[in-house]
């Protein structure tokens, strides 16, 4: 079946070091990924999107690049910040019928 | 906009007892509704699709007599857990999709309900 391999956390970093969580994935058909971010005390909240093999979802500063060669979708930023710490999800689909497979999740934490 | 709440966000209840979650759309009407359920440090795993107006549509190993998932109005969506057991303690958390919109991301979280039996 599908399935969602996310870097096991939870990531501690300093205010502007560069992030990296990897995420893999296993699919029968031709997926979309995305990247969801849940702060604390709210819902998930898509970050990103990409649909097709190369595209290059961005959002906030964070990137991440649907590689269909390596079956990978990591999430980067730059320069973190305070504000960033959450638990981040990643996740595919392979129909637009809603049904979603998500990663277990990683939490950051980002440290003045 | 697009926001989506759940009550309550925190209950305790006995073991043999049921226990009723609430997820409102509070700003746009939601012909779909999914309920999902998170272990600690796993992933978010759906339990059912609930279309206004007709019956739930259960994934495969969840319960449906266990989990009754009543979606009667545009804004409503209600998950209830019957004669709850300590193993059915778990952070249950609902989304939303409005109408017309039938992509995968198109749906909004609400913020969980943690759901403890004793």
């Known amino acids: 079946g599908d399935s969602v391999t996310q870097m096991e956390g939870p990531v501690t970093l300093s205010e502007e070091a560069f992030l990296t969580i990897n995420c893999t994935y296993t699919?029968?058909?031709?997926?979309?990924l995305f990247w969801y971010v849940q702060y604390p005390g709210e819902g998930l909240q898509l970050l990103l999107k990409?649909?097709?093999?190369?595209d290059k979802g961005s959002n906030k500063g964070f990137e991440a690049t649907y590689r269909k060669e390596t079956t990978s979708f990591h999430l980067e930023k730059g320069s973190v910040q305070v504000s960033d710490s959450a638990v981040y999800f990643c996740a595919l689909s392979i129909t637009n019928a809603g049904k979603s497979t998500f990663g277990d999740g990683t939490t950051l934490t980002v440290k003045p | 906009g697009a926001v989506v709440s759940q009550h309550p966000s925190w209950v305790i209840c006995k073991s043999g007892t049921s226990v009723k979650i609430e997820c409102r759309s509070l700003d746009f009407q939601a012909t779909t509704m999914f309920w999902y359920r998170q272990f600690p440090k796993q992933s978010l795993m759906l339990m059912a699709t609930?279309?206004?107006?007709?019956?739930?549509?259960?994934e495969q190993g969840v319960e449906k007599d266990k989990f009754l998932i009543n979606h009667a109005s545009l804004t409503l969506s209600t998950l209830t857990v019957t004669s709850a057991h300590p193993e059915d303690s778990s952070f249950y958390i609902c989304?939303?999709?409005?109408?017309?919109?039938?992509?995968?991301?198109?749906?909004?979280f609400g913020p969980g309900t943690r759901l403890t039996v004793t």
């Open positions: 699919a029968t058909g031709y997926p979309s």
């Open positions: 990409a649909t097709k093999a190369d």
């Open positions: 609930s279309n206004e107006g007709s019956k739930a549509t259960y």
């Open positions: 989304s939303a999709r409005p109408p017309g919109q039938t992509k995968a991301y198109e749906q909004y």
